[in-house]
């Protein structure tokens, strides 16, 4: 697609239920992101995948938070049983490669709400 | 790690006038990449400007560029002609240029405000 494309793009749960951020990259690229916004904070990295491996999960949060990518294209972010410091926006970015010079391209987010 | 700041929650400007946007950064690499992203309401994170470590020049993207001190470890944003769609939150962004980096590390963050 022309953009990063994130569903929904706003999603209110109960607390302890689980739910799935979906994150459709830019056809082609093939590093893909996912960082979490928290009221009044900056951006915090949770994940990265090149291709459908995830090299580096060292920022998900607990063992509550699991990602999967799947044909190289789209992503799922899962939370279980979330709890009320879940809430937050769950920004995810993709790029062409891994390289510093390739340029981050981020979707729009999903706000996520826990009540 | 490396760590990023900016030290202005809140900053506004009147329209048509300068803005300076101020961040520090902490690292002991002497290669990386340095951002600006600009994040309205809609929550994209839209890519401003970027600085590589290395360039001596500081950056320029028409109205907006850069105060690269690498020494300082300081990368300001000056916004020359303020408009009332610059109104965003802009963040301050770390890249390492090593090999297998691939982290933006941001800071918290600057709403700016563009007063008519």
């Known amino acids: 697609g022309a953009g990063v494309s994130q569903s929904p793009s706003n999603k209110v749960t109960e607390k302890g239920k689980d739910v799935e951020l979906r994150c459709d990259p830019i056809?082609?690229?093939?590093?893909l992101y996912w960082y979490r916004q928290s009221l009044g904070q900056g951006l915090e990295f949770l994940i990265y995948?090149?291709?459908?491996?995830?090299?580096?999960k060292s920022g998900l949060p607990s063992d509550r938070f699991s990602a999967e990518r799947t044909g190289g294209s789209v992503s799922t972010l899962t939370i279980q049983r979330t709890q009320q410091e879940d809430s937050a926006v769950y920004l995810c970015?993709?790029?062409?490669?891994?390289?510093?010079?390739?340029?981050?391209?981020f979707g729009s987010g999903t706000r996520l709400t826990i009540v | 790690a490396q760590t990023v700041t900016q030290s202005q929650p809140e900053m506004s400007v009147q329209e048509a006038e300068t803005v300076t946007l101020s961040c520090t950064y902490d690292?002991?690499?002497?290669?990386?990449?340095l951002f600006w992203y600009k994040q309205p309401p809609s929550r994209q994170m839209i890519l401003v400007i970027r600085?590589?470590?290395?360039?001596?020049q500081n950056a320029t993207e028409n109205r907006f560029s850069v105060n690269f001190q690498k020494a300082a470890k300081s990368f300001s944003l000056k916004i020359s002609d303020s408009q009332l769609g610059d109104a965003a939150m802009y963040f301050c962004?770390?890249?390492?240029?090593?090999?297998?980096?691939?982290?933006?590390?941001f800071g918290k963050g600057t709403k700016l405000s563009v007063i008519p």
């Open positions: 970015a993709s790029s062409r490669g891994q390289g510093a010079n390739y340029g981050y391209t």
């Open positions: 056809s082609g690229h093939t590093a």
């Open positions: 995948f090149q291709g459908n491996s995830a090299p580096d």
């Open positions: 690292t002991s690499e002497s290669d990386y990449y």
């Open positions: 600085q590589e470590a290395y360039k001596q």
């Open positions: 962004a770390y890249r390492s240029s090593g090999a297998g980096s691939y982290q933006l590390t």
